[in-house]
């Protein structure tokens, strides 16, 4: 494999397109309370769960080879993901499911966890799905017509600092492990369904 290049299956796919279900943390880690959704994907990371999860990072090889009925691939995505996305929308194959962890601020308490349905965001969030900058919706809403179930657990902000300002707050640290907890009961419900 040349230096850099991403690991992918013979028909030239990324590999977490291969597994049957996709968490993304997305957000900044560098911007307060932008970096909840990697915080939980590092908490997936690092639990033992009854699946087998694959530790997935945007710029290295990822290999998600996984016994197939009960793959988790978790990918700390950062604000890299829309790349990530385009490959799902375009290629052969895709996850069946794909669940997004990231910081909205709904104004909503601080550290208060929520989903959000994709199709309900206003027209402004529908053209970017800028939570953060990162994966555009029409690309998320592409996917869901094409049998992909597609989630988004988000958490109210209390810090979304205008320089960059590493750590969470004391109100959106403690509702990572609930996070986590809800991620993985989604997926449970997720896979036991199809």
């Known amino acids: 494999m040349a230096d850099g290049a991403e690991s992918e299956e013979p028909d030239g ?3 977490y397109c291969t597994a049957r ?11 307060g309370d932008d970096g909840f959704g990697p915080a939980v994907a590092e908490r997936l990371l690092n639990e033992r ?25 978790v990918i700390n995505a950062g604000t890299g993901s829309r790349g990530m996305i385009f490959n799902m929308v375009t290629g052969p194959r895709r996850p069946k499911a794909i669940i997004i962890v990231d910081a909205l601020d709904a104004g909503k308490r601080p550290g208060e966890l929520f989903w959000v ?7 402004e969030k529908a053209e970017d799905f800028s939570l953060h900058m990162t994966p555009a919706s029409n690309m998320l809403l592409r996917l869901k017509e094409m049998g992909v179930d597609i989630r988004v657990l988000a958490c109210q902000p209390k810090n979304l600092p205008e320089v960059m300002t590493e750590g969470l707050s004391p109100e959106v640290a ?15 419900e997720i896979l036991k369904n199809r």
């Open 117 to 123: 349905d994709i199709e309900s965001l206003s027209l």
């Open 21 to 31: 279900a996709l968490v993304l943390g997305a957000g900044n880690p560098f911007m």
């Open 174 to 188: 403690k509702a990572v492990g609930k996070a986590a907890e809800m991620v993985i009961r989604a997926v449970d």
């Open 13 to 15: 796919l990324p590999e």
């Open 49 to 73: 769960t009854a699946y087998s999860v694959q530790r997935a990072e945007i710029h290295d090889p990822v290999r998600c080879t996984l016994p197939a009925e009960r793959s988790l691939c």
